[in-house]
């Protein structure tokens, strides 16, 4: 049963620059949350997708943008990329029934370097 | 809002050393708590959670009990091991507030040695 699944798995882009990051639920799952960790941080939540629809977000600016298919899998998008956006990208999908009691399931997330 | 406080690192023990590592927390409902490892280079693992007061979370011999009365989740092990060697992320769900989020506290690293 395979797990959360993210790709690429590092990824080096350029200032200014827009990337995109993929994420593949664990089976079974409907929701995807998506959350950016800064070297020597915890994970910060950066949004919620539900049914194709941002279900809620963190203090991220409008570059972090997302989208969520109709078989789950979701996409992070980020534009005008900055420096301090180099970071661990995280992606953790969940039953949106019950977040709160299993917890969520967490991929190995995507490096990205800013030069 | 929501918030996790985590026991600053790094933690240093040797092996089959108590291991304790403090959490609180403040929330404005009554979330569900958890543990989060993370080993160098991989992505967050669920160690164990607790949904309600007075429950314990255990897994791997780690436990952790959910004290609403101090609002702590406290880790601890009676005998670590060098493979227990990793970050430690504290996190709460108050999704019962409609938050539908996992804050995490900053994390501790702990490091066993032989």
């Known amino acids: 049963d395979a797990g959360v699944t993210q790709s690429p798995t590092h990824l080096i882009k350029t200032r200014g620059q827009q990337v995109t990051l993929r994420c593949s639920p664990k089976?079974?799952?409907?929701?995807v949350s998506w959350y950016q960790q800064a070297l020597g941080q915890g994970p910060q939540f950066i949004f919620q997708?539900?049914?194709?629809?941002?279900?809620q977000r963190g203090n991220f600016p409008d570059r972090f943008s997302g989208h969520q298919f109709p078989n789950y899998s979701s996409e992070l998008n980020v534009n005008a990329l900055l420096l301090g956006d180099s970071a661990l990208y995280l992606c953790?999908?969940?039953?949106?029934?019950?977040?709160?009691?299993?917890?969520?399931?967490f991929g190995s997330g995507t490096r990205l370097t800013v030069v | 809002g929501d918030s996790v406080t985590q026991m600053e690192g790094p933690v240093t023990l040797s092996e089959e050393a108590f291991l304790t590592i403090n959490c609180t927390y403040t929330?404005?409902?009554?979330?569900?708590l958890f543990w989060y490892v993370q080993y160098p280079g991989e992505g967050l693992q669920l160690l164990l959670k607790?949904?309600?007061?007075?429950d314990k979370g255990s897994n791997k011999g780690f436990e952790a009990t959910y004290r609403k009365e101090t609002t702590s989740f406290h880790l601890e092990k009676g005998s670590v091991q060098v493979s227990d060697s990793a970050v430690y992320f504290c996190?709460?769900?108050?999704?019962?507030?409609?938050?539908?989020?996992?804050?995490f506290g900053k994390g501790t690293l702990l490091t066993v040695n032989p």
């Open positions: 953790a999908s969940s039953l949106v029934a019950g977040a709160a009691n299993y917890g969520y399931t």
């Open positions: 089976s079974g799952h409907d929701t």
């Open positions: 997708y539900y049914e194709e629809e941002e279900r």
């Open positions: 929330a404005t409902g009554y979330p569900s």
């Open positions: 607790a949904t309600k007061a007075d």
């Open positions: 996190a709460l769900d108050d999704s019962g507030g409609s938050n539908y989020k996992l804050t």
